[in-house]
């Protein structure tokens, strides 16, 4: 299978951990996004690479989160001191674009889901 | 934030009838998505429209747009069971291909 590979599927973990995921995009796939989702809304974006370049990230996002790229492949999302309300569907997503052109669509993968104690 | 908001938020139909689904949003756009989300799954990508077009057709789907009021609609036709999603419109507004997604609609559809 070629597709978007997120690890692991599931994740539970206690209040104040430290957690990572990792996402491994489709190999000719130059941008990588990474959003989270909740029950009963539409994912929500939280970063952006292109390349190893991280471009944008969200305003909503805290300094408790942290996402790397290194070398423009595979991208790993950390939590630190998790809290409860981080519980959620982290969704990473790719696609192929070059400078400011806009996107064809997404490829998704299965996602993460975090469980806070 | 999200910047769409879909209507209606669930709709149940029966198998052979069309559902439609509709999507507002704020600014200006580049394009509109559609996507398709099983429970517990990633999204599937379903139909691209740009700003310059109004319809377009992908086998039983049909999407309209309509830039002045900024919406767009989703008809899905002879709907089936395994129709049974969450549907997800997504705009394209900025640099780099950002897709802010709307709140989406939970389609059921009885056998």
């Known amino acids: 299978d070629t597709g978007v590979s997120q690890n692991p599927r599931h994740k539970i973990t206690k209040r104040g951990q430290n957690v990572t995921f990792r996402c491994d995009p489709i190999?000719?796939?130059?941008?990588l996004y990474w959003y989270r989702q909740t029950l009963g809304q539409g994912p929500e974006f939280l970063t952006y690479f292109q390349n190893e370049a991280q471009l944008e990230k969200s305003r909503l996002l805290s300094d408790r989160f942290s996402a790397e790229r290194p070398k423009g492949s595979f991208s790993t999302l950390e939590i630190q001191r998790t809290e409860q309300g981080d519980s959620a569907m982290y969704l990473c997503?790719?696609?192929?674009?070059?400078?400011?052109?806009?996107?064809?669509?997404?490829?998704f993968g299965s996602g993460t889901q975090l469980s806070v104690l | 934030s999200q910047q769409g908001e879909e209507d209606p938020q669930a709709l149940s139909i029966q198998e052979g009838e069309n559902a439609t689904m509709n999507c507002s949003y704020k600014?200006?756009?580049?394009?509109l998505q559609w996507y398709r989300q099983n429970s517990g799954r990633g999204l599937v990508h379903l139909i691209l429209?740009?700003?310059?077009?109004r319809e377009k057709h992908s086998g039983r789907l049909r999407v309209t747009l309509d830039t002045s009021k900024k919406s767009s609609s989703l008809l899905i036709t002879a709907s089936r069971a395994a129709d049974t999603a969450s549907y997800f419109c997504a705009t394209d507004a900025g640099w780099g291909g950002k897709l802010i997604f709307g709140q989406g609609t939970e389609l059921s559809v009885k056998p």
């Open positions: 600014t200006s756009i580049n394009n």
């Open positions: 997503a790719s696609s192929l674009g070059s400078g400011t052109a806009t996107n064809e669509k997404l490829f």
């Open positions: 429209i740009r700003s310059n077009e």
């Open positions: 190999s000719e796939h130059n941008r």
